[in-house]
């Protein structure tokens, strides 16, 4: 598999991994035009963000703590 096509599949991966939306499928096609480096920097972009989301989820999840 080329690599391009890998990166793509792992965007898309990573777009369905959040929970509550429906699956995304990218067309390979549209996306020929990307660089290797614009592809890692999109994945990078996504795990920053899933991240981001994490502790934001965390940090709102922490409010319904009890004190014990």
């Known amino acids: ?4 096509e890998q990166l793509i599949k792992d965007i898309q991966n990573l777009l369905n991994s959040y929970d509550g939306i429906r699956p995304t499928s990218i067309n390979p096609d549209l996306l020929q035009f ?13 795990l920053t963000q899933k991240e981001k989301n994490s502790v ?13």
Do not use: C, G, H
Not at 1 to 4: G, S
Not at 60 to 65: A, G, N
């Open 1 to 4: 598999m080329e690599r391009k």
């Open 34 to 46: 990307m660089d290797e480096k614009t592809l890692i920097d999109t994945i990078d972009a996504l």
């Open 56 to 68: 934001s989820d965390t940090e709102w999840l922490e409010q319904f703590k009890t004190n014990s």
